[in-house]
């Protein structure tokens, strides 16, 4: 094939396995000859029909390999951030999306901090215009019942849990209100991303 790179050779095979064998064994073949293994690239339409298959092929002729499979691009961390803010810029701060985004591993929040945020909104059923008004919360974080020793610090915790929340949100969703351009809404998320220091929580993961 070096000699002639235009000719294409086309094989079929019965089942999976002969073809995976046959693939292994072609290459190793080309190695004897005296080509590198990074001259080779193996290319299927999905790897469902070959996994587990392909991988022992090659193991068995010796032929060092590394299999990369497709990943949504939604299943990234970050990703799911974005589109979870801007659910909650769409839909106007429903509780839902609230709580979604609020569970986002990025944003600086803690696991804690979250079921805390979370178990207050819900018992308050608290939504929309509530989390953005700007007013402290001063409900009784255990419901209709008088405060007790440690209610008002918990209370206080929470209302910094939500501006921690909140506010950066607020301030995205008041800037992609007001861009009219590509340019302007890129500019607006990428504050907002800053803000919320993205790239050091990411940083942190690595």
């Known amino acids: 094939l ?20 046959f693939i292994a064994s072609d290459i190793k073949r080309r190695i004897i000859e005296g080509a590198n293994y990074a001259d080779f690239a193996i290319i299927a339409r999905g790897l469902d029909n070959y996994r587990g298959i ?21 299943s990234f961390e970050a990703i799911k951030l974005i589109n979870s803010a801007y659910s909650v810029i769409v839909r106007r701060f429903a509780t839902a999306e609230v709580l979604t985004y609020s569970k986002c591993g990025l944003i600086g929040v803690s696991r804690e901090e979250c079921d805390l ?14 989390f953005t008004d700007g007013m402290l919360w001063n409900m009784n974080p255990r419901g209709y019942e008088a405060m007790a020793d440690g209610d008002a610090e918990k209370l206080i915790r929470i209302n910094e849990i939500k501006d921690k929340i909140i506010s950066p949100l607020y301030d995205f969703s008041v800037r992609a209100s007001e861009a009219s351009t590509v340019r302007e809404h890129a500019e607006a998320l990428l504050d907002f991303l800053v803000g919320i220091d993205l790239e050091g929580k990411l940083e942190e993961r690595a």
């Open 2 to 21: 070096r000699e002639n790179p235009n000719i294409v050779r086309i094989f079929e095979a019965s089942t999976p396995f002969d073809e995976c064998d």
């Open 117 to 130: 945020f979370e178990i207050y909104v819900s018992k308050w059923n608290i939504g929309g215009s509530r």
């Open 54 to 74: 392909l991988d022992t092929s090659l193991t068995k002729a010796g032929v060092p390999h590394f299999m990369s499979n497709p990943k949504s691009i939604n």
